[in-house]
């Protein structure tokens, strides 16, 4: 997770580079951080800041 929030501050947030990273609906993302189970998966919006 905190891979994922370093890479989002840096580089935004759009994370192609993370497995099956999507778009779910306007301004918002996800992103696998482990697969198997159980899964773990974050999901995170963009707001004005």
Request: charged share 20%.
């Amino acid at each position: 997770m905190a891979l994922l929030v370093t890479e989002i501050e840096i580089a935004g947030p759009t994370r192609g580079n993370w497995p099956n990273y999507g778009k779910l609906v306007r301004l918002t993302h996800h992103g696998h951080l482990k697969k198997g189970n159980p899964t773990y998966v974050a999901v995170w919006q963009e707001v004005d800041g």
